[in-house]
Nanobody, 118 residues
Framework: QVQLVESGGGLVQPGGSLRLSCAGS????????IAWYRRTPEKQSELVAL???????NYSDSVQGRFAISRDNAKNTVYLQMNSLKPEDTAVYYC????????????WGQGTQVTVSS
């Protein structure tokens, strides 16, 4: 059974930090690019960051310089370090594997809530 499980969300004050984790099982997790998405309370979805199997990274303009994505292949886990958090970062954060080939399946985790508020 394929599972992508996010964790690490919570309530944090503006300017604070959180580290999200995405743990994969049931697939060759380390062979896939992994992306973090978020869905705001206003139902806006955004690709926040991604990391390739070779650890190349890319970020949305809204988080560039504040967030850092990384992966630990020994643990089949991708992390999203979020610093200098703002209220507009409030969202449910999801991770997903990105297919390398058209026949592969992409899986979503269940999401983890991040709330930035004083």
């Amino acid at each position: 059974q394929v599972q992508l499980v996010e964790s690490g969300g919570g309530l944090v004050q503006p300017g604070g930090s959180l580290r999200l984790s995405c743990a994969g099982s049931g697939i060759a997790f380390n062979n896939y690019p992994i992306a973090w998405y978020r869905r705001t309370p206003e139902k806006q979805s955004e690709l926040v960051a991604l990391i390739t199997s070779g650890a190349l990274t890319n970020y949305s303009d809204s988080v560039q310089g504040r967030f850092a994505i990384s992966r630990d292949n020994a643990k089949n886990t991708v992390y999203l370090q979020m610093n200098s958090l703002k209220p507009e970062d409030t969202a449910v954060y999801y991770c997903k594997n990105l297919r390398n080939h058209p026949w592969e399946i992409e899986y979503w985790g269940q999401g983890t809530q991040v709330t930035v508020s004083s």
